[in-house]
């Protein structure tokens, strides 16, 4: 159980899918150390600070139209401890784009836990932070994946895979990475309440 809040920096970028940041979001944001529901009224017992980063401070259109304003750019972010890189379309540009490929490597290397979600993966994996490791992504990028690395083994059956980082398959599967991160820092009772504060059903498939 951390002393104090863990920083939650989850990135964003043109076209990034929806719920690859919103379900993320939505499970460390909710999180309580106390259970119920009068806890989630106040931020007394929350073990995260959960804020979006993108390149610019300017407002962000999504997959689907949705328009986000990001807390933070890239130069006033503050330390994050746990990075979230989610996914979608977005993620072919910011594969050829230095600045948000530094970015991430420079967070990540003074992050306490990394983890992707969807598509995100092929960034971690463009800046070899994958290398030898198991990790997953959306079913439609797995060759995408592997042919960035190939010493990546890549787990085409799982939907949460953590070898040192997490990754995680599509969309709505970011929720169950989420899940999952909780349970390792705080516990399965920490986990379990808050997903069922927010009604969702967990995926009790073994991590990869």
């Known amino acids: 159980m951390p002393a104090e809040k863990l920083t939650v920096g989850i990135l964003i970028f043109p076209d990034v899918e929806v719920l690859d940041f919103a379900g ?5 944001s909710r999180t309580r150390l106390t259970p119920g529901v009068a806890s989630r009224r106040s931020d007394s017992s929350a073990p995260f600070e959960v804020f979006t980063v993108a390149k610019r401070a300017d407002p962000i259109r999504a997959v689907g139209g949705l328009q986000i304003i990001p807390e933070y750019d890239f ?23 230095a600045d948000a490929l530094n970015w991430i490597s420079v967070v990540s290397a003074g992050a ?3 983890t992707s979600v969807c598509t995100g993966a092929l960034l971690l994996a463009k800046l070899g932070l994958l290398n030898n490791k198991r990790a997953t992504t959306h079913w439609g990028a797995y060759d995408a994946l592997a042919e960035l690395d190939a010493s990546i083994t890549v787990e085409r059956d799982r939907r949460v895979v953590h070898d040192g980082i997490f990754t995680s398959a599509g969309v709505a599967a970011g929720m169950d990475m989420a899940f999952a991160v909780v349970e390792a820092l705080l516990g399965q009772a920490v986990a379990d309440e808050t997903a069922h504060y927010i009604e969702y059903p967990r995926d009790r498939a073994p991590i990869g």
């Open 24 to 28: 993320p979001f939505e499970v460390f």
């Open 75 to 97: 130069a006033a972010a503050p330390k994050i401890d746990l990075l979230v890189v989610p996914g979608g379309f977005g993620t072919r540009a910011l594969l050829q784009d």
């Open 112 to 114: 306490q836990q990394v």
